[in-house]
């Protein structure tokens, strides 16, 4: 017999059978609602999970000193501060996000409480993640709830609960426990409306080169209609650059069972980057994630964002991360597992490498509202660790403007999941995340926000404004007409997209044929092509890599980025908001011009 007592608490959990050798035997925890949620929009309860239904529980332990690895991430990446650059490494972040050894034990205790043998659990580098996997029914009794099959309207199934409970002693010792009220639909950011007309005649295309007033660079006039490497090397003031410099790396991340082809990259490189030709990628898989390359496997996100981030920063090493997750889950056939959000598999993956890519590209995400706020703020709280170590991360920012990811603005759905129903903007997640860099999308020559969909932006429900953008989101509410879409947005929150780029009509390869797609999915992966060009430029020249972007662009290097002015983002049946003059929750600051960030970048420009 063994009884753990875990300081602090009232009560004890009982480990094994309670023999009564003491006068008075234990009171066993009482157990307290841990997370409720109102029954999520859009699913209705299908039916019961089989018994053994496997579910892999992910346990965050609580990271008390998260606000030290804040400011040190903080300092490392404000380009005034003395300590700019002098990035954390892997053990000092690990240290930083460790969780107390109570909380350790009350959750070992807990865990043994259920017969669960330390040699089932999969902890991370630091000890703040647990993960195991375990049939429902007892997922059920550790959690004092009842998992449902639950069905969307659009046919997606998961296994999920509204509400879970924990001991009372164990609430202090830890964060989230998923998969549990996790609704989201993690989808790929791309648009819907996957190949663009071609014969959209909308966009003009004189004979006349068109000359950049800013930067004075000639772009070809058929930039206009078909976005190619040229065409973004041109638009960014990039033209003739080739990276050197030993000890750069750019990163994809994919997801879904989205293949990257290295057929296809070739057909893209012959096309588009001649001298790239016979170059490629190193291909990791994440949780047994896996790497198709049968032509017709080959995945148009995936395709899409290999041909320009790694068409743009060739010779850089490039990673792509496969990472796995079956969509859709289908309950009726015995699926053993439904995931939970899969970039947090990739982030355990990706702390856990001693070098991560120095610039890496994520084109996936949700809307901010369907993933539970304990779990967004974990997973927000990983992609500081990464920029605490000096890696860049760029996330699309969506492609239905103030509205949900869906840029068909009929099938939209703008509305609360909290159980109110109210109408409302929906900001996505991780483009809502501080740590990231949200992209957003333009399109034309002379640039302006893409309407054929709409950039991605507003404001966070979950994080609050970070003071890097304070200056610049305030003057932007500032100019606001007083009282605009009062109630449909937080006007605290954290503010996007930061940037912008190039996001439809990019001419890729897929299956061995070249097509036309658009999205921020285009964006973000064009956009971590110029990140690594930067990284370059620094590494050339002695210097840290750039690590977390935001606070150098919203101070140092802003006016390295061309402000686009034109164009808004539509959705929830509004005009969504303007692009304007500065700062804007459309278009961010703007695009990039790498000519002047390659000097805003140096210690000392101009
Ligand atoms: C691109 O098309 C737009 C119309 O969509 C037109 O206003 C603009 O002049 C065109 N740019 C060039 C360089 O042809
Ligand atoms: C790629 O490989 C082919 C066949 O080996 C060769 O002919 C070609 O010159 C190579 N191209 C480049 C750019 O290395
Ligand atoms: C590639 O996939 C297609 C369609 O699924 C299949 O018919 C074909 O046999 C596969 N080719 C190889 C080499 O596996
Ligand atoms: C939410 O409100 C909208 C608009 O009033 C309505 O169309 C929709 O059916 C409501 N949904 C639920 C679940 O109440
Ligand atoms: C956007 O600009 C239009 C035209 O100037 C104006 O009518 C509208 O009120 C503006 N919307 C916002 C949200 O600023």
Redesign the pocket.
Known sequence: MRISSITGSLCVIVVALFTGSLAAPPKPCASKVKEAVAPPRGWIKHGTPAPDHTIVLRIGLPQPDFHILEKHLYEVSDPYHHRYGAHLSKEEVETLVAPHQNSIDAVDEWLASHGIKESELVRSPAKDWVTLKVPVSLAEKMLDTTYQVWEHTNGDHIVRTTSYSLPENLHEHIDVIQPTTMFGQFKGSKSTIVWADENDVSAVQSSEPFVDPVSGVVVDPSCNTTITITCLQQLYNAIGFIPSAPGNSVGITGYLEEFANIQDLQSFYADQR?????SSFTFLSVKGGLNSQNLSDAGVEAGLDVQFAFGLSHPIPATFYSTAGRPPFKPDIGTPTDTNEPYTDWLDFILSQEKPPLSISTSYGDDEQTVPKSFALRACAGFAQLGARGVSLMFASGDGGVGDNDPNPATQQCFTNDGRNATRFIPGFPASCPFVTAVGGTTRVPEVAVSRFFSGGGFSDFFARPAYQEQAVSSYLAALPKGTYKGLFNPNGRAFPDVAAQSDRFRIFLSGRPILIGGTSASSPAFAGIVALLNDVRLSKGLPPLGFLNPLIYSKAASGFNDITIGHNSGCGTTGFNATQGWDPVTGLGTPNFGKLKELILPFPG
């Open positions: 001649p001298d790239a030709l016979n």
